[in-house]
């Protein structure tokens, strides 16, 4: 089966608290429902940069738009199938910080699976870690800790 390939840009991003910004959204995966916690993210359109995909992606998703990148922690790779078909995705996270609580909530369209996610807040990456539910997201909020703890 041929893969098919695009890329991602999202965010690890806090609040002047320490708060971090996740998504949650109950889904159904193979006949089955489960409840997803993410990290913010999406495609990288023609033309658009990693960081402004990342900001744009975030914005639409979670509705909160005053953002700034402070630090690029990576990328990686993601594979999985979805409705029989293979996926290959070049995930690039970029931790970020709120500069507003404005919230105005999230711009998707309202038929795409993308409209079922809500705003959760995890009281530290610590937490995030833990209630993240990809192997892929855990390991960004862990790479946006240890930058944090370098720079303390």
């Known amino acids: 089966m041929k893969a098919k390939r695009y890329r991602a ?3 690890v991003v806090l609040d002047s608290n320490g708060k971090v910004l996740l998504i949650e959204r109950d889904v159904e995966r193979d006949g089955k429902s489960i409840h997803e916690v993410r990290l913010p993210k999406g495609h990288i359109d023609d033309g658009e940069t990693d960081e402004q995909a990342a900001i744009r992606e975030t914005c639409e998703e979670s509705g909160y738009c005053c953002l700034e990148i402070a630090a690029d922690l990576g990328e990686h790779r993601v594979e999985y199938d979805f409705k029989g078909k293979h996926y290959v995705r070049a995930e690039h996270y970029f931790l970020m910080y709120l500069t507003s609580s404005e919230w105005r909530g999230p711009e998707v369209d309202p038929d ?13 990456l610590a937490h995030a870690e833990r209630i993240l539910t990809y192997d892929s997201e855990r390991m960004f909020a862990a790479r946006a800790a240890q930058y944090l703890a370098s720079r303390a």
Do not use: Q, R, T
Not at 114 to 120: D, H, I, N, P, R
């Open 9 to 11: 840009a999202g965010g």
């Open 112 to 124: 795409s699976e993308e409209a079922l996610f809500s705003v959760k807040w995890a009281k530290d």
